[in-house]
């Protein structure tokens, strides 16, 4: 069975102690919110459990597994979206979202648009991301959901700026897939949503 495993990661930034001896498991159809005040290490977290930085100590395994025996089939296995939308700005919503396609080797001939279209930005798919607002650049990086299949998702503060029709689709959209046997370790500052139980991670702020 899929699952993500961390093993007592500890994470250090400029001389502070994030966190340290803390170990999940994540299993399919299974939701992890972390929580915890500003600074106290949410992305930090979220960044090792995607294999984006290292931990200062510890390990995190997918399918009990190192992700650094199989990096590749690690980020096959995963859409991570960051606290920043990540869409260049310079190119168009369609224009940023096959060249992320490409990059993650996901055929989007057909579903490009589509998925434009249901996420509101019909007719300002040819403009410019940059010219785009904040809400709608995050619908452009929220797209990723609908365009590849992975199993485990890695979300961090996926809300900012969406009002409330965005929200509640992108919700319905985490639902499915925690109902089709995917897993999402998700920041979160609002409350979510959803008819799914939920973990609950909560960092303290450590001096
Ligand atoms: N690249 C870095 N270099 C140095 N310090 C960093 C770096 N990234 C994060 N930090 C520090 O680590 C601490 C935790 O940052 P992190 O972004 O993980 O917090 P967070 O819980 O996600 O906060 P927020 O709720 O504001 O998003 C902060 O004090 C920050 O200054």
């Not at 977290?45 to 690690?74: H, K, Q, T, Y």
């Amino acid at each position: 069975m899929a699952s993500l495993s961390a093993d007592n990661l500890a994470c250090v930034k400029r001389d502070r102690v994030l966190f340290e001896g803390l170990s999940l498991r994540l299993q399919p159809g299974q939701i992890l919110q972390i929580a915890g005040v500003n600074g106290a290490g949410k992305t930090s977290l979220l960044r090792i459990l995607a294999g984006l930085s290292m931990p200062e100590s510890g390990r995190v395994c997918w399918n009990d597994s190192p992700i650094d025996d199989d990096p590749c089939g690690f980020h096959q296995s995963l859409i991570y979206i960051g606290h920043k939308p990540g869409v260049n700005r310079l190119c168009s919503a369609q224009q940023n979202l096959e060249q992320w396609c490409r990059i993650h080797e996901v055929a989007h001939e057909q579903h490009i648009l589509p998925v434009i279209d249901r996420l509101g930005l019909v007719g300002l798919e040819d403009l410019p991301a940059g010219q785009l607002s904040a809400g709608q650049q995050r619908r452009i990086a929220l797209a990723r959901l609908w365009l590849k299949s992975a199993p485990l998702w890695v979300l961090d503060e996926p809300f900012t700026a969406l009002d409330r029709n965005a929200i509640a689709l992108v919700e319905r959209r985490m639902q499915q897939h925690l109902e089709h046997g995917g897993m999402i370790a998700v920041t979160s500052h609002q409350p979510l949503s959803l008819s799914h139980s939920l973990e609950r991670l909560e960092l303290e702020y450590q001096l």
